[in-house]
């Protein structure tokens, strides 16, 4: 892997702190000189607790969870909102969810586990994953789970037949691909046709399979979910794709009189990771998804169903930074000037992934322009090994404390130990204090499942 060819074009943007929009966390400040999140110095905490650190704006994520709260309630009525934790958790984060009135979305037994561990009500889990093992499905199913995402029919086969054993009845959702293109990463669309995901429209597939559901035993069809990409700055796919699978629903309800109560529609819209860049606003989204829902049931003559989302990083993107010490810095003549510190693709693999694209700044230098193009790269054993490519960033120097914006979604959760590189801590702040609600890895830790 290796990095992308120098922008030569890349022109400094000249941008203090404070000018870099939609992508900076609520309560962003800058006193002198420093970067303050949360009422907190984010020098001081970098340099007292160590790098690289994880923080998160609680403030800005209770914000987000609430705005999806209200702008679904005010529209329909017992909506749902599942924060999808594939984005980031941890026990904090489950706590946080739940006091915000949230439903989660789990995608497998650890999540299940850290929820649960957390206190989370179990009606309000919805249980994903295109592979559960039998293990995930029978704790999922002894856990009281209000939902599991049907994948596939061996999938309902295993269901029906462990919620037998067990002397339940299980509610299920049935995940439908309803063949919409959405605008965004080749690897994060879900929603067309070929996806490993769900059950195609094609040759009446997701139809047939929708029946098979509502006659098996021991599970209740309670709805249909679909998700068509994460990333999703343009909205109107979603409401192609809520038509299509309102079809379904009609289809359903004319060939057995099955009238299906829920519609799951996936993850919410994209989020800026540069400063020019116009996210969805939370309201628009849940304005565009009922408006599509009512829309498509008048057509269709059925009754409204009841909503559910799952947004993961329009909740926690955004208030979510990093802060890394700069170790070295390396101009090399003609090519490209390079700012090492002391995380990279084992805290954050999007940019090796995707190309992914975040802005930064100098934190101790927070009221300083941006003046140099660099490329941040990390500590780590292979050359693709980037956070920033090609962005502006204040003059670095050794020692220098480096705040990257927006990596509050997929880093985290998507970390490893590469290089036994230990995780970073989280820290979350509000109010003038932060809270550690996940310690920083220790080489014991790395050790920790080694049997002598
Ligand atoms: N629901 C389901 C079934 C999902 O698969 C996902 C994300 C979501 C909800 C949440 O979508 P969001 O609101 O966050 O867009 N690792 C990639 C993202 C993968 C998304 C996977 N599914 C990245 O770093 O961009």
Redesign the pocket.
């Known amino acids: 892997m290796a990095l992308p060819a120098p922008n030569k074009d890349a022109v400094a943007d000249n941008r203090t702190t404070m000018e870099l929009g939609k992508v900076l966390p609520k309560t962003a400040n800058v006193i002198d000189g420093h970067l303050f999140v949360g009422g907190v110095d984010m020098v001081e905490l970098a340099r007292t607790q160590g790098t690289a650190m994880y923080v998160y704006d609680e403030e800005d994520l209770r914000d987000r969870m609430r705005q999806y709260r209200t702008a679904f309630d005010k529209r329909c009525e017992n909506a749902g909102v599942a924060y ?1 934790s ?2 980031f958790l941890n026990k904090a984060m489950a706590r946080i969810a739940k006091e915000e009135g949230m439903h989660l ?1 789990v ?1 497998g037994g650890g999540e299940l586990a850290i929820a649960l561990a957390a206190g989370f009500p179990a009606d309000r889990i919805v249980v ?1 994953g295109n592979s559960k093992t039998e293990l995930e499905l029978t704790e999922a199913i002894q856990a009281g789970a209000g939902r599991i ?1 049907v994948d596939s029919i061996t999938e309902l086969e295993r269901i029906s037949r462990i919620a037998g054993e067990l002397g339940k009845v299980q509610d299920v959702f049935l ?1 439908i691909t309803p063949g919409v293109e959405a605008d965004t ?1 080749d ?2 669309k ?1 929603g067309c046709e070929d996806s490993k ?1 769900g059950f195609t429209m094609r040759d009446d597939f997701a139809f047939e399979s929708v029946l098979a559901a509502i006659s098996a035993e021991n599970v209740r069809l309670a709805g249909l ?1 679909m ?1 068509i ?4 700055l343009k909205l109107e796919p979603f409401a192609e794709a809520i038509d299509v699978m309102i079809e379904l629903f009609a289809r359903v309800k004319e060939a057995c009189g099955y009238e299906i109560d829920e519609l799951d529609v ?5 989020v800026a990771y540069q400063a020019e860049d116009v996210p969805a606003v939370i309201d628009e989204f849940a304005r565009i998804v009922t408006d599509a829902l009512n829309a498509s049931c008048e057509k269709y003559g059925v009754a409204v169903p009841r909503v559910l989302c ?6 926690v993107a955004t208030p979510g930074i990093t802060l890394y010490t700069v170790g070295t810095i390396k101009n090399l003549p003609g090519i490209r000037k390079f700012v090492a510190v002391d995380g990279g693709m084992s805290d954050n693999i ?1 940019t090796a ?2 190309h ?1 694209s975040y802005e930064a700044t100098v934190a101790n230098k927070a009221d300083q322009p941006r003046t140099q193009i660099v490329t941040i790269v990390g500590k780590h054993c292979e050359s693709g090994d980037a956070v920033v490519l090609d962005g502006s960033l204040q003059e670095a120097q050794p020692g220098d404390v480096v705040c990257v914006f927006g990596t509050g ?2 880093c985290h959760s ?1 970390s490893s130990n590469y290089n036994g590189n230990v995780r970073p801590a989280v820290v979350f702040v509000k109010d003038g204090q932060a809270r550690v609600v996940s310690r920083r890895q220790t080489y014991a830790d790395l050790m920790a499942c080694d049997v002598d």
Do not use: C, N
């Open positions: 999808a594939k984005a979305d995608s994903h995402v995940r990463h690897y994060i879900t995901f979910h998700h990409g994460s990333q999703i996936g993850g919410g819209p994209g799952e947004p993961g990083r329009s909740i999007r992934l995707y992914a979604a997929y998507m």
